[in-house]
């Protein structure tokens, strides 16, 4: 299990610092026998994926997954480019795992990092499948990030509510995930960077037993990132566990008028997660 502390990172940009506080964490829950999640929480990306998959199958494709995408922060270039050359890897490794036997063997994947490529500083939301980004802004928590699902298709064409959804048999079953076919590229949202934002990244495991509103309560009640993530994962179990739980809380501050850069230089001022 990740280290449960907060970790921290001061990235100088044109006119300031862009201050970064974050934890996260994952839990097999109370119901499953093998945690299929995995996360990875490396400045400057954050991401959580869910595996699914017959035997470890999901275990094998959530952690490949992860693994290549760490190699790509690595690298020093996260982009949308070479987030996807990782999954085509990670497609590969996936297959040709030999405990891999389930040709429904997947994963999802969902985050953000930050983007200091070209212009001001902004986030980048990275999605495949049903795990998800929020953020809260304000005191006010909003999914970023659109799930991959039968449940949401059914939204979006009018013939179901959000309230007939959290007990829908297919409540289940994703439309898009890392693993089943050869290629897939991932949804991207761009958002500028706002000092006192605070970003959570989740599996599936999370929003079965937290409402969006209770999200934000646990944000609001705890200020820092890893009692943030200890509440939310204790009233997640207390509710039931009855899938892998994974979290992950990243905080945004900004400091002496940092409102945009071409170049960035990035001082780590603790051990990266």
């Known amino acids: 299990m990740p280290d449960k502390s907060t970790h921290s990172r001061s990235v100088t940009v044109a006119g300031g610092t862009i201050e970064l506080s974050w934890a996260g964490v994952t839990h097999t829950g109370r119901r499953r026998e093998i945690n299929q999640d995995a996360l990875l929480a490396s400045y400057p990306l954050f991401i959580v994926a869910d595996g699914m998959g017959g035997h ?3 275990e094998i494709a959530s952690a490949s997954t992860v693994d290549r995408l760490g190699g790509v922060v690595e690298a020093g270039a996260v982009t949308p480019k070479t987030i996807e050359k990782a999954l085509s890897r990670a497609v590969k490794d996936i297959a040709s795992h030999p405990e891999t036997t389930d040709d ?3 994963t999802t994947l969902t985050g953000v990092y930050l983007d200091l490529s070209d212009g001001p500083p902004q986030w980048v939301t990275l999605n495949i499948g049903d795990s998800r980004v929020y953020l809260s802004r304000d005191g006010v928590i909003e999914q970023i990030t659109t799930d991959h699902s039968v449940v ?3 939204i979006a064409a009018g013939r179901l509510s959000p309230e007939e959804a959290e007990n829908h048999p297919y409540g289940n079953v994703i439309t898009r995930a890392v693993g089943p076919s ?3 590229a991932p949804d991207y949202v761009r958002l500028d960077v706002v000092d006192g934002d605070r970003f959570v990244i989740c599996s599936d495991g999370l929003t079965k037993e937290l409402t969006d509103y209770g999200i934000q309560h646990f944000l609001t009640a705890n200020p820092d990132p890893a009692d943030a993530i200890a509440a939310m994962m204790d009233a ?3 509710n039931g566990g009855r899938d892998n739980i994974t979290i992950i ?3 945004v501050a900004l400091r002496s008028g940092a409102t945009g850069a071409t170049d960035a230089d990035a001082v780590d ?5």
């Open 152 to 154: 949401q298709e059914l």
């Open 182 to 184: 050869e290629s897939v």
């Open 249 to 251: 809380v990243l905080d």
């Open 104 to 106: 429904g063997t997947g």
């Open 236 to 238: 997640a179990l207390e």
């Open 56 to 58: 470890i199958g999901g």
């Open 269 to 273: 001022d603790s051990s990266p997660a």
